[in-house]
């Protein structure tokens, strides 16, 4: 039993309510109030003290999409966010051959930052490294060029399918995207050893703390994650909370075993459970792969489904029967449109808790009909920052509707704030900050054609925590009212207190779960 006192804490967003002091018991919140009550409390009970110093204490953030296993394997990646050119891709690619062995991967490259204007090709990597395979995903994480090595041992070098691009010459020049990215992914993943991919998400756990992330919904879920997942949370080694979302499977064999096992959403124990399955149905704007209900301004094509509406309604029906949740990736209108009719078809499928991974770009028609089925929606802020060119991608009429944050704090759509990490940072003061400002001061011109739809601080930060737990249906967690979960953080500064171009600078310096210390700053 711990008494945590004099501290600046924040019970909630939604609405505000603060307090000097708390007390926990058996990992929850058990008293709040002033810190001569809880002291007077503690003392009686002969609980630890813990004097906060006057820190300001906050709800542990939810992170609600993001790629446990993933960020694992990119804090052992090549970085190659903010890269300006092919060249300097080529310096970082050539320096990081000498440092490491075997396969080469690395991530984060836009080729709408570099000065050639153009996409980086097979060729261009095999000049620096041509021996062994190298795979450099896009920031999007829906693209990926490769080396000739590479394209060579996974085979996509032979592959008929506009998921491999070829140029004038019917040659491949190294870009793969969806199925064919996909594909590249598990053939790289092959040669990771099972310690390797477990120590992995050790550290991306690690660095989820340390960020003041104290859930995740881990969605695309595999065996082998699964798999790793439970044997940590069997050795005690798991020290994030867990909800995993699994890849149904091509033929729904994963989801048919839970249904015969009668496995339903909340399946598992204290930091690990299973929710439901997540389906991804479209690409990105970035690749120019997500589906659009009309061609992209910038190129004649709509985008395309990765799958069809009929195999997406079989796996909506098998889901819900389960009585577990569906997440389905949908960035275009046309793919929500598609998602939409799906769900529309199910019985009662209000309250169920399905939900849409990302709705980039989402009509006014779309919100309200969601609404109306009960979807909750998880939300990426900080898409707005790495997407500055969207508008010249879909233009200024619909550009409106991409992102549109508040107006779905209008109707009322359940959402929760995330950052499909490592698509983007895991640090949830980069995805407020979006969440508020979107951009304005870095010129973003959909800041500029849509201000109206930034959230404030309040909602911004009600959306990270209860707004979260929310779509997930965790009702113990996102916020630290009495008897909810003691998951918290101590952060450098009240965010209420400082300007909003300063929401990027707070800090974290201690993480808890479950009342216990998980991190602490050096």
């Not at 909003?500 to 310096?509: A, D, F």
């Amino acid at each position: 039993m711990r008494a945590f006192i004099n501290g600046n804490v924040y019970v909630s967003f939604r609405p505000i309510i603060k307090v000097e002091a708390f007390l926990v018991a058996s990992g929850r919140v058990v008293k709040t109030g002033s810190s001569g009550e809880i002291l007077e409390i503690a003392e009686r009970l002969g609980a630890e003290v813990i004097d906060l110093g006057g820190k300001t204490v906050l709800p542990g953030f939810i992170d609600s999409h993001m790629h446990l296993d993933e960020l694992g394997e990119y804090l052992n990646m090549l970085d190659l966010r903010g890269v300006g050119s092919i060249e300097e891709l080529k310096e970082r690619l050539k320096e990081f051959a000498e440092e490491k062995d075997g396969w080469l991967r690395g991530h984060g490259w836009d080729q709408e930052l570099f000065a050639e204007g153009r996409w980086p090709t097979r060729h261009d990597l095999d000049e620096v490294v041509s021996d062994r395979p190298v795979l450099l995903s896009r920031v999007c994480l829906h693209a990926a060029v490769l080396n000739t090595k590479a394209l060579e041992i996974t085979g996509l070098i032979d592959w008929d399918s506009e998921d491999v691009i070829r140029d004038e010459n019917g040659e491949p020049t190294g870009i793969v995207k969806e199925d064919a990215f996909s594909f590249a992914v598990r053939k790289f993943d092959e040669v990771i050893t099972d310690e390797e991919y477990l120590n992995g998400l050790i550290k991306a756990s690690e660095h989820a703390l340390s960020r003041g992330v104290t859930t995740v919904d881990f969605v695309s879920v595999g065996r082998r994650a699964l798999k790793a997942l439970g044997r940590l949370d069997a050795e005690g080694k798991l020290r994030l909370r867990v909800r995993a979302y699994l890849n149904p499977g091509e033929n729904l064999e994963v989801l048919e075993s839970l249904r015969k096992l009668g496995i339903r959403r909340g399946f598992g124990g204290r930091m690990l459970k299973i929710c439901g399955t997540k389906v991804l149905a479209d690409g990105s704007f970035g690749a120019r792969t997500a589906w659009l209900s009309r061609p992209y301004r910038d190129a004649e094509t709509r985008g395309y489904p990765t799958v069809s509406k009929e195999w997406l309604g079989r796996v909506a029906r098998e889901t819900h029967v389960a009585g577990l949740q569906m997440a389905v990736h949908a960035i275009g209108d046309a793919t929500i449109d598609m998602v939409l009719d799906v769900y529309e078809s199910l019985e009662n499928v209000e309250g169920a808790g399905h939900r849409i991974e990302h709705a980039s770009l989402i009509r006014p028609d779309q919100i309200e009909r969601a609404k109306q089925l009960g979807i909750g929606l998880a939300l990426q802020p900080h898409f707005v920052m790495t997407d500055w060119w969207v508008v010249e991608r879909v233009g200024e009429e619909r550009a409106k509707w991409v992102y549109p944050f508040r107006s779905i704090v209008r109707v009322g759509i359940p959402f929760g704030l995330s950052t499909d990490s490592p698509v983007e940072p895991l640090d949830p003061w980069e995805t407020v900050y979006a969440a508020v400002t979107r951009g304005k001061y870095e010129g973003i011109p959909l800041a500029e054609l849509t201000p109206d739809e930034a959230l404030t601080l309040e909602e911004a930060l009600y959306a990270y925590t209860a707004g979260s737990a929310g779509i997930l249906m965790e009702n113990d967690l996102g916020t630290l009212g009495e008897g909810k979960i003691a998951d918290f953080i101590v952060v450098s500064v009240d965010p209420f207190e400082v300007d909003e171009k300063e929401l990027r600078k707070i800090k974290v310096l201690e993480t808890y779960v479950g009342g216990e210390r998980v991190f602490r700053a050096e």
